[in-house]
């Protein structure tokens, strides 16, 4: 966990050193286009792969009775 955090605090240090702004681009529009297309498609990539599990676990539970 603590070589996690030293990790992201290098990242940081380095994003400073190059000038890139966490703020600006997390208002960049297009990234803020980009990131909802993401969370969309994983969401319902998740729902695919929820429904699969699901059934699955009744045919296993089936299959036992």
């Given at each position: 966990m603590?070589?996690?955090i030293?990790?992201?605090l290098i990242g940081l240090l380095a994003?400073?050193?190059f000038g890139i702004s966490l703020r600006a681009l997390v208002d960049n529009?297009?990234?803020q286009?980009?990131?909802e297309f993401l969370?969309?498609?994983l969401e319902?990539?998740?729902?695919y792969i929820e429904a699969w599990i699901l059934e699955v676990w009744h045919a296993l539970t089936d299959?036992?009775?």
């Open positions: 603590v070589h996690l030293i990790w992201v994003l400073s050193f529009p297009t990234n286009d980009n990131m969370t969309s498609t319902i990539g998740w729902a299959w036992t009775k």
